[in-house]
Every structure is written in C-alpha cells, then in structure tokens.
C-alpha cells in the first residue's frame, strides 16, 4: 500500500512512454512570449535588454524580465553584468538552451504547414 505522503506513480502512454520530464519543459515554455524568447534570443550571440524589447514589441518589459529571469533559473539563459557605468547587461543562450531552440525548429515547421 502507497503512502498518502508519497506523490503518485507516473503514469504513461499505453505503449510505456513516460512524458512526465516534459512537465517542467513544457511549463516553462507555454508561458507567454517564452518560445519566442528564445528564438530571438538564440538569433544572436547576445542582446542587452533594450534590444531584446525592440525585437518583441508586443511584450511588456516586466514580462520580458520575469521570462528571462526565469529562462536564467531553469538554465537555458546566461545573463552577463559587466562593471561599467552605465551598468551593462547581457543574455545569450546557454547550451541547453541552444538545445531547446533546435527542438522547437521542427515544431515550428509543422506549426507553419498548419496554418
């Protein structure tokens, strides 16, 4: 007999595939702006936040700064502060997140032939 402290057995697809490590993945990525965060992020070898905001007109900044401050918890985002004054910083994509961008490609493909 399960514990009632324990968390649940996962549960999977009827062919065994488990998709419960997509949870955090897909949490992360469905919130708003965050796909196209990393697609604008990953164009380049860096932005400043000024720039990332002219590139996603649409989004607020707190937005923008909650996404990447999340993005820099979950690692795919390196944020950069060099001590210069102004202050100055810099996002980049980290490995991983280069990873999560070159997934997304072929979603975007078959998202595009939908429409």
């Known amino acids: 007999m399960a514990d009632a402290t324990s968390p649940p057995e996962p549960t999977c697809d009827v062919d065994g595939t488990c998709y419960c490590p997509l949870t955090g993945v897909v949490d992360t990525l469905s919130r708003k702006y965050a796909m196209q965060l990393v697609s604008i992020v990953g164009a380049h ?50 490995h991983d997140g280069h990873e999560v961008r070159e997934r997304l490609e072929p979603l975007l493909q078959w998202a595009e032939k939908q429409a």
């Open 45 to 94: 070898d860096s932005l400043r936040f000024g720039e990332i905001e002219a590139h996603l007109t649409s989004a607020s900044s707190s937005t923008i700064s909650k996404r990447l401050s999340e993005f820099e918890e979950a690692g795919l985002v390196s944020r950069t502060q060099y001590a210069e004054i102004p202050p100055r910083v810099e996002y980049a994509l980290t």
